[in-house]
């Protein structure tokens, strides 16, 4: 399991590698966590590209993530998930809160 964090002006782009489970979840939020203390970050986006299983643990972070960014008014996305992992996204809610592009270019593009 592989995160990749980047910043491209304001916003924290993280790409996720793998199963995004308990395990992956706690290093992905320690590290989401890091940086919006720094305050550069106004924006994240998640993407989900190679994610290829979500459970509960996946799910907490992500709207752990998406609180953290809307406390300092910033947006959040999610791009490219595969069609199992975003049928979690929809029967889960989460896509009411954050909305899913079918790619990263898609949302830097906005």
Do not use: C
Request: avoid cysteine; charged fraction near 30%.
């Amino acid at each position: 399991m592989d995160v990749e964090l980047k910043m491209v002006r304001n916003t924290l782009v993280v790409r996720v590698n793998g199963e995004l489970d308990m395990v992956v979840a706690e290093k992905m939020h320690r590290e989401i966590d890091e940086r919006m203390e720094k305050g550069e970050v106004k924006n994240l986006i998640l993407n989900l590209e190679k994610v290829s299983f979500i459970d509960s643990s996946g799910l907490g972070v992500i709207i752990s993530s998406y609180r953290k960014i809307a406390a300092v008014n910033g947006r959040m996305y999610m791009a490219g998930a595969r069609p199992n992992v975003k049928k979690i996204l929809i029967l889960s809610g989460v896509n009411k809160l954050i909305p899913i592009y079918d790619s990263e270019q898609e949302i830097i593009s906005i």
